[in-house]
């Protein structure tokens, strides 16, 4: 069967508290029509969607990628103050598993930013994530991650230093710059200097698309729980950003169209790699490969056990494994 030439690597369910409208029979059966290999859920700081989406994803027969868009402290997670309350508290950052050590590292991440980081968002921080990284893939995320942030304060040296970072945390290969293209005009400056950063530090790119919706007519629901969760009022003006950009899409040459001015991206990036058939996830069909329970920590109450899902298996040669799909590229240096 030919498959979709695009894989979302960066999607947020309705999972994603107030901040995602996407069902996930809806998703699987319009993913099934795209004739899409896998799916990755990425929501805002929580897993909680994360054993439905493997549950849905195994009956469909598409691979699931389960992930995370993480919020990440400015410096410490322990830090907690902001000069300008929650839009300097953190920034984005996606984490995806590639196997099983990476899992269990997203669940223990993730579970730090509630217990240990929480200001505003469940934030971690670059401290316990360069501690934990083994079996992760890491997407520098949004305009709201911190290298794009710098980028577009004109602070290209601190930017170039972020990305350094990660890319040494995570070794080869672990570490992709994220292009996005909502139409937004601030993202096509960052795009260029993405790419010009990808050149020069040899980090490879991922398209990807930060799906909040699955069609165009949602888009108008998914503010109105963006306003629900701001406190927001709805504005006719608010509906038309991002409005085709953020829906799921059917192949690469949406996810990296660049409105008017045609595809972006892509024709600078080189080669996009065949990723997709490289991750593992368990085969189990019906029944998930593992269950594990999270017990409380002591003088912790926790009404509410965690049963999560271990997602893939880990694989006898971890260099070999590259996660997922999506359209991954290596610039041309
Ligand atoms: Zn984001
Ligand atoms: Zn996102």
């Known amino acids: 069967?030919?498959?979709?030439?695009?894989?979302?690597?960066?999607?947020?369910?309705?999972?994603?508290?107030?901040?995602?409208?996407?069902?996930?029979?809806?998703?699987?059966?319009?993913?099934?029509?795209?004739?899409?290999?896998?799916?990755?859920?990425?929501?805002?700081?929580?897993?909680?969607?994360?054993?439905?989406?493997?549950?849905?994803?195994?009956?469909?027969?598409?691979?699931?990628?389960?992930?995370?868009?993480?919020?990440?402290?400015?410096?410490?997670?322990?830090?907690?103050?902001?000069?300008?309350?929650?839009?300097?508290?953190?920034?984005?950052?996606?984490?995806?598993?590639?196997?099983?050590?990476?899992?269990?590292?997203l669940v223990l991440l993730v579970s730090a930013g509630y217990l240990e980081g929480f200001y505003y968002r469940p934030r971690i921080d670059k401290e316990i994530l360069s501690k934990h990284t083994e079996g992760l893939?890491?997407?520098?995320?949004?305009?709201?991650?911190?290298?794009?942030?710098?980028?577009?304060?004109?602070?290209?040296?601190?930017?170039?230093?972020?990305?350094?970072?990660?890319?040494?945390?995570?070794?080869?290969?672990?570490?992709y710059l994220e292009i996005q293209d909502q139409n937004i005009p601030d993202q096509k400056g960052i795009n260029r200097d993405m790419l010009e950063m990808a050149k020069k530090l040899s980090i490879p790119l991922a398209a990807t698309n930060d799906c909040h919706y699955m069609d165009e007519k949602d888009a108008d629901a998914h503010e109105i729980l963006l306003c629900i969760q701001t406190g927001k009022v709805v504005f006719p003006q608010f509906l038309v950003v991002a409005l085709l950009l953020s829906q799921l899409v059917s192949n690469h040459q949406q996810a990296v169209s660049d409105g008017d001015n045609g595809p972006l991206p892509a024709p600078a990036c080189?080669?996009?790699?065949?990723?997709?058939?490289?991750?593992?996830?368990?085969?189990?069909?019906?029944?998930?490969?593992?269950?594990?329970?999270?017990?409380?920590?002591?003088?912790?109450s926790t009404p509410l056990l965690a049963r999560t899902l271990v997602v893939a298996r880990t694989d006898p040669d971890p260099g070999s494994q590259m996660l997922c799909g999506g359209e991954l590229f290596y610039p041309r240096v």
Do not use: W
């Not at 319009?30 to 290999?37: I, R, S, T, V």
């Not at 794009?148 to 945390?169: T, V």
């Not at 080189?270 to 329970?293: C, F, H, N, Y």
């Open 137 to 175: 893939i890491v997407l520098s995320s949004c305009m709201k991650g911190e290298i794009q942030r710098l980028l577009h304060k004109g602070q290209k040296d601190d930017a170039y230093k972020a990305a350094s970072f990660y890319k040494d945390i995570m070794g080869e290969r672990r570490f």
């Open 270 to 300: 080189g080669q996009p790699m065949e990723v997709s058939r490289k991750i593992r996830t368990s085969d189990a069909g019906s029944r998930p490969s593992s269950l594990t329970e999270n017990p409380p920590q002591p003088g912790r």
């Open 1 to 105: 069967m030919h498959h979709s030439d695009f894989v979302h690597l960066h999607l947020h369910t309705q999972y994603s508290l107030l901040d995602g409208a996407i069902r996930l029979e809806p998703l699987f059966k319009k993913a099934c029509e795209y004739k899409m290999p896998s799916l990755a859920i990425t929501d805002h700081g929580n897993m909680f969607g994360a054993v439905d989406f493997y549950r849905t994803a195994k009956k469909y027969g598409i691979k699931p990628i389960i992930g995370c868009e993480v919020y990440v402290a400015p410096t410490s997670r322990f830090e907690k103050s902001s000069q300008e309350g929650i839009s300097d508290s953190s920034y984005h950052l996606i984490l995806l598993a590639k196997n099983a050590a990476g899992y269990k590292n």
